[in-house]
């Protein structure tokens, strides 16, 4: 078999995530086979790095899937001018490499790096509104990167799941988490080892209200203890959030 | 009376432009003005440095209104406040100043700055794509330095102008033009007296034109010579274009 490895951006704005399923129309997954079937003539099966959630976007996902050799008759380059050619605006691929038979993305996967964008300018921004979550009160950064402190390094992030049927574990290692604020933007990043439904959008909702001041940094760990999503914060939308990579040994 | 001067930015996608016309709905000048009238119970006029074209967007137009003293009852801030509460996310009000009696937004300028923004990375950019030009083809941009050498100065950009009943002297003086490429976006920048009907954008097709090797550097002479619309480049489309500034005394 060849195995083939896309890194693929998308504004996520339109979409129903990155997963195909059933019978939910339009998803990134979805619009992406479709067009490696027609170049084919064969279905293909694209494994994805995780699922992005509905309006998420990404800087660089990665996905590979793999065909019988005989099939495989496009160079690299020529999938990626073929995908780009039948893609919608808002979905990329940024480049198309050979991988070695035993890559997946999903599996193989290390690590991942995730941005959330929050606007705290004194007059909002306009033309990255639609990547920006906007906040009219002002956030303390100084406490929330205190609060980031408890969160970094190996836990059960239960209570920052919003899956409460997750029967696999729920431990997650967190390697860090960095905020920086530039031109009124501040953009949190989460380097992690794999992250849980809405993790990283719960993760910001509790930042958000640590930054408010409706919740103490020092609360932090008491919220992990609980292993209850009812003590973390609320769920930061979609919007502002980017898959910004995806990392392999 | 007081003199009133606003900063305003706007993402002007959505707009018929920024002159309130007739019978034309949805301008910028008309939104500002409901809404400055609902503020203090009268029409207010309002005088913006120049008119841009719907689809052309704004870093920083310049607007002014006078209103008897009597009625003047609400500071700078309060003003700001009160537009940025009720107009809509794609325009903001960045700064209201209280101005001279004699400060006139159009009549006082002395110059402004406009930037187009062409994408000619070799992947289509995502992100910024309702603010680019897309180019497939490649730019050879010292041409269009070398172009762009004839243009700066004191002409007759009858050429350059989309009014064929222009009037008034189609004389502007263009003082700079600069071009900025960083990770595969072109930023033209123009920095004139004044410019006339579409001439910011008939100059980036011109460039473009050169850039892609449809027309020779040395002919823009000739171009501005023969004061004939045919002669110049196309009009390039409103959506890559960004009023950055506008120069007072």
Redesign the interface.
């Known amino acids: 078999m060849a195995n083939f490895c896309l890194m693929i951006?998308?504004?996520g704005s339109r979409y129903n995530g990155w997963q195909r399923q059933g019978n939910t129309p339009n998803t990134i997954q979805e619009k992406l086979e479709n067009i490696l079937e027609d170049l084919y003539g064969e279905p293909v099966d694209l494994n994805g790095s995780g699922r992005t959630d509905a309006g998420v976007?990404a800087l660089r996902q990665i996905a590979n899937y793999r065909i019988p050799r005989l099939l495989s008759r496009y160079s690299c380059q020529q999938i990626q001018q073929f995908l780009?050619s039948e893609l919608p605006?808002?979905?990329?691929?940024?480049a198309v490499e050979k991988a070695s038979e035993r890559f997946h993305a999903r599996l193989s996967a290390v690590g991942k790096l995730y941005e959330y964008r929050i606007d705290c300018g004194e007059?909002?921004n306009?033309?990255?509104?639609r990547?920006l979550l906007r906040m009219e009160d002002p956030l303390n950064i100084e406490r929330m990167r205190e609060a980031a402190k408890y969160l970094i390094g190996t836990h059960d992030f239960k209570s920052f799941c919003d899956n409460p049927q997750m029967k696999k574990s729920t431990e997650r290692t967190i390697f860090d988490i960095s905020m920086d604020l530039q031109d009124g933007i501040l953009r949190i990043r989460y380097h992690g080892d794999g992250f849980l439904y809405h993790m990283v959008r719960i993760l910001t909702g509790t930042l958000i209200e640590v930054g408010t001041g409706d919740l103490m940094p020092s609360l932090i760990p008491s919220i992990i203890e609980e292993k209850d999503r009812s003590s973390a914060g609320f769920t930061a939308p979609p919007h502002g959030l980017f898959l910004v990579d995806v990392y392999y040994e």
Chains 1, 2 share one sequence.
């Open positions: 951006q998308y504004d976007h780009n605006k808002d979905i990329r691929v940024l007059v909002a306009i033309f990255e509104r990547y």
